[in-house]
């Protein structure tokens, strides 16, 4: 009788991308650290990871916001964890939305928009993420959706996506981003395919990432293929960056 040995996921490599180590910033209203290069905070060694080039963690004091500023050739998210934020822009598109809420542009050949709370009690906290496109002068184009608490409850729930499968928002970025909600048993793996990395980042709580400890603002860059289990959660919630090898 012959037997079939059964392969043992492969653990990748990962760097821990600690959040004390981030840059900041502090314009009063504002409140930002920044896990890669931005404005006037410089890393050589953290000035991108394969398409994700920004991931700022901030904090908008009551009333506060964004005036109309230009951008172009970025794929640009806001992620809400508290609060709500209003978008407007020179497209004519405008939108309120709280936590949960995704608030996407494509800025392509060029767009002016506005970020602002627009409570005058309660504070904003989200997470603004750039990714570089794969196409540049693209048509602009903006487009919302809100994750449900049970949509992320778990597991990991895809909300942008190369492909637009499933309902996703449609990048021009060679990259697809998925949310999850972790807390006490719940746990889940995802396999990093050959040609791709990937980049975790601790939205808020705490959580396991194949053995690592992460707390809110830390990110782990896993920089080979392997399967990644997130476990231990405690009021933890993540992002997870599926990234094209472009580097």
């Known amino acids: 009788m012959s037997t079939t040995a059964v392969k043992s996921p492969t653990t990748p490599k990962m760097v821990l991308r ?3 180590k ?3 910033a502090d314009h009063g209203w504002l409140k930002s650290a920044h896990s890669f290069s931005f404005a006037s905070y ?3 060694q ?3 990871f394969e398409a994700l080039r920004v991931i700022n963690d901030d904090f908008v004091a009551a009333g506060g916001g964004f005036p109309p500023h230009p951008h172009q050739d970025f794929e640009i998210f806001s992620y809400v964890l508290e609060g709500q934020i209003e978008h407007k822009d020179s497209l004519g598109n405008g939108s309120v939305v709280g936590a949960g809420g995704i608030q996407f542009m494509t800025t392509g050949s060029g767009v002016r928009h506005s970020e602002y709370n627009p409570s ?3 504070d904003l906290r989200f997470l603004q993420i750039w990714l570089m496109p794969a196409t540049r002068g693209a048509r602009p184009r903006y487009e919302v959706k809100q994750l449900s608490p049970e949509e992320k409850a778990g597991k990991l729930a895809l909300f942008i996506a190369e492909d637009g499968r499933d309902g996703a928002i449609r990048t021009l970025a060679p990259a697809d981003v998925y949310a999850g909600t972790f807390d006490g048993e719940q746990a889940t793996s995802f ?12 939205a808020r709580g705490s959580a396991s990432v194949n053995g690592q400890k992460l707390g809110r603002g830390d ?3 896993i920089v080979e293929p392997g399967t990644v289990t997130i476990s231990e959660g405690q009021d933890a919630e993540i992002l997870l960056f599926d990234l094209q090898t472009i580097s």
């Open 18 to 20: 600690p959040a004390a």
């Open 46 to 48: 953290h000035t991108h």
């Open 191 to 202: 396999d990093i395919r050959r040609g791709r990395k990937a980049w975790l980042q601790m």
């Open 22 to 24: 981030r840059g900041h």
């Open 42 to 44: 410089y890393d050589p």
């Open 120 to 122: 005058q009690t309660d």
């Open 219 to 221: 990110g782990l860059a």
